[in-house]
Structure formats: structure tokens, C-alpha cells
T-cell receptor, first 114, second 113 residues
Framework: DSGVTQTPKHLITATGQRVTLRCSPR?????VYWYQQSLDQGLQFLIQ???????AKGNILERFSAQQFPDLHSELNLSSLELGDSALYFC?????????????FGEGSRLTVL | ELKVEQNPLFLSMQEGKNYTIYCNYS?????LYWYRQDPGKSLESLFV?????AVKQEGRLMASLDTKARLSTLHITAAVHDLSATYFC?????????????FGTGTRLTIIP
């Protein structure tokens, strides 16, 4: 158990809908990262938040947005969903205290868009 | 743009044999990570390699990093069935605290009894 919690574990929805994925980082970790894993694209970095502020952006679509709240949990919002958005979405956190940069991943949220 | 390539993509090997997975990356970095993923599961951190020449070992797995060659290897010794999984290397750019990891394609390892 990495200590990173993600909900829901599974989600099935229809095209055009909107969903929210939630992540709680390990206790004390200030950074949260979102990754998307799909068969055709592999593991893709989406976005990073540090202590409530966006720090880095990757291949995140404009239909997707994220935020990190004062209690450090994060949410990834996916809207106008398309079939191609079906994937496993991982959240990760890091100690971010000058250590080794190791990321700890949650169990993921599997999104299926029908 | 940083590119990370792993080979082989698929590896089927018999129990008791040795093999090596290779991870090449395209731009300078001195931080490389290895992860293991079981089907449909999370990514488990295996090794953190932070300098040229770094070597880490855990059980039947050993990882090394050559930053000059931009190459990391994951060596499996006397494979056992429990090691069947997909293995990813990931390379970090930027300073600590900005772990925008770029992942390789993964190597799906199957150990045959």
C-alpha cells in the first residue's frame, strides 16, 4: 500500500459526460501528479500540483482540468468525454523535501467511456 | 523532447534463467526510476538511481545507471514466476520537486515454469 488513495476505482460513463476523479496523497506529501495510462499512449504525464498551485503541465487536454485543495487532496475533472478518454488514471505523490524524487502511485481509477 | 525507449517490449523466459532489460533515453538526466506493474494494478517503485554508476540490488533484481551512455539496465537473476509483471523505467528532468517523469514503453515479462 503506497498510502495514496484514489476514488472511484472503476467508472463507466457515456460520451459527452463529465466525471471527477479524486486523490488523497500520502500524509505529508505536498506534490500530486496525475498520469494517464492507455494501451496506445502508454503512461503520459498530465499535470502536477504543489501545495495547491499548478507546477507543471504535460499532455493534458483542454477538456481536462485539475485542482489541489487546502487539505492537499486533488481532483481531476474530465469533461465532454470521448471514447478515446477510456484509460487508467493514476495519481501519485512525492515527499518533495529534497529527497530522491520518488513518486508513489495510487491504485488508479479505471474510466470506461461508452 | 525527452524520449525513453525500453527493449525488449516483451520477454518470455524460463525460470532459473538470467536476462537484462534495457532503458535508453535521449537527453541528459541523472535520475532514473524503475517501477513494476502487475496487470490492472498500480505502479510499485523498485529502484531509484541518482548518479552515474549507481547500482542497486533487491533480491533477484539489479539496476544500474550509466548517464554518459544514457542507459539503464534491469538485470534479472535466476528468474522465478513471481517476477512476471510489466517493468517500466522513468526518467526525470528538472530539479527535485518537479518530478515530471517520462516513462518508457514498458517491458512485459513472463516467466515460464
Amino acid at each position: 500500500d503506497s498510502g495514496v488513495t484514489q476514488t472511484p476505482k472503476h467508472l463507466i460513463t457515456a460520451t459527452g459526460q463529465r466525471v471527477t476523479l479524486r486523490c488523497s496523497p500520502r500524509s505529508g506529501d505536498l506534490s500530486v501528479y496525475w498520469y494517464q495510462q492507455s494501451l496506445d499512449q502508454g503512461l503520459q504525464f498530465l499535470i502536477q500540483y504543489y501545495n495547491g498551485e499548478e507546477r507543471a503541465k504535460g499532455n493534458i487536454l483542454e477538456r481536462f482540468s485539475a485542482q489541489q485543495f487546502p487539505d492537499l487532496h486533488s481532483e481531476l475533472n474530465l469533461s465532454s468525454l470521448e471514447l478515446g478518454d477510456s484509460a487508467l488514471y493514476f495519481c501519485a505523490s512525492s515527499a518533495d523535501r529534497g529527497l530522491n524524487g520518488e513518486l508513489f502511485f495510487g491504485e488508479g481509477s479505471r474510466l470506461t467511456v461508452l | 523532447e525527452l524520449k525513453v525507449e525500453q527493449n525488449p517490449l516483451f520477454l518470455s523466459m524460463q525460470e532459473g534463467k538470467n536476462y537484462t532489460i534495457y532503458c535508453n533515453y535521449s537527453t541528459t538526466s541523472d535520475r532514473l526510476y524503475w517501477y513494476r506493474q502487475d496487470p490492472g494494478k498500480s505502479l510499485e517503485s523498485l529502484f531509484v538511481l541518482l548518479s552515474n554508476g549507481a547500482v542497486k540490488q533487491e533480491g533477484r533484481l539489479m539496476a544500474s545507471l550509466d548517464t554518459k551512455a544514457r542507459l539503464s539496465t534491469l538485470h534479472i537473476t535466476a528468474a522465478v514466476h513471481d517476477l512476471s509483471a510489466t517493468y517500466f523505467c522513468a526518467v526525470a528532468r528538472g530539479n527535485f520537486g518537479n518530478e515530471k517523469l517520462t516513462f518508457g514503453t514498458g517491458t512485459r515479462l513472463t516467466i515460464i515454469p
